[in-house]
Each structure stands twice: as structure tokens, then as C-alpha cells.
């Protein structure tokens, strides 16, 4: 089993920015993906960005060159870095992790972004 925490989120104004991070406890060996979602109320859960184990990341258009995903493998620990924070950015945010044939959740942290 894996447990996921977030934290970092808040209200901030708009341009402004936020680091959420997200640590991981209990079964970590072996996880390689690690991604952010986000959900706002009414809306269907909407992925961020993810990164492999190598590093690799990817972004959803709407966050891309704004938001920078990271992780430390050693720390067992992804962040999301977020620049030039929308009012559309507000929203929900949840780690999400894989390991094997498993999937893991964090509880979520509300990050909203006044105008």
C-alpha cells in the first residue's frame, strides 16, 4: 500500500504562485509514475502533469510553461510548480501515483486563484 499526502495549496492572486508536494509513504519501492490531477466542482478530474522514474514529464496544454513537475525518487516525492497562477487554475489538486497494477491517490489540496 502506498499513502499519499499533499500540501502546498492556498489562495494566491492571480500571476502569482504555488508548490504543492506530495509525499509518499508505505510500499514506495518500485513506483514509476507520478502525476498531478486537478478537479474543479461540475468538471470531470483533469490531469496536469506527469513523470516517469527517468524523469520524463509531460503537461497538459493549458498548464504548459507555467507549471513544472518534479520528483525525487530518493525522497519518494513529486512537486508542482506553479507560475503565472489563472483564475481557471483553481481547483482541486491530487497526487496520484502507480506502482505495479496499483493506482494511489492523495486526498487532494484547494489551491484557488483569486482576480
Known amino acids: 500500500q502506498v499513502q499519499l499526502v499533499e500540501s502546498g495549496g492556498g489562495l494566491v492572486q492571480a500571476g502569482g504562485s504555488l508548490r504543492l508536494s506530495c509525499a509518499a509513504s508505505?510500499?514506495?519501492?518500485?513506483?514509476?509514475?507520478m502525476k498531478w490531477y486537478r478537479q474543479a466542482p461540475g468538471k470531470q478530474r483533469e490531469l496536469v502533469a506527469s513523470?516517469?522514474?527517468?524523469?520524463?514529464?509531460n503537461y497538459a496544454g493549458s498548464v504548459k510553461g507555467r507549471f513544472t513537475i518534479s520528483r525525487d525518487n530518493a525522497k519518494n516525492s513529486v512537486y508542482l510548480q506553479m507560475n503565472s497562477l489563472k483564475p481557471e487554475d483553481t481547483a482541486v489538486y491530487y497526487c496520484?501515483?502507480?506502482?505495479?497494477?496499483?493506482?494511489?491517490w492523495g486526498q487532494g489540496t484547494q489551491v484557488t486563484v483569486s482576480s
Open positions: 496520484y501515483a502507480h506502482r505495479g497494477f496499483s493506482s494511489y
Open positions: 508505505g510500499s514506495t519501492d518500485s513506483i514509476d509514475v
Open positions: 513523470i516517469t522514474s527517468g524523469g520524463t514529464t
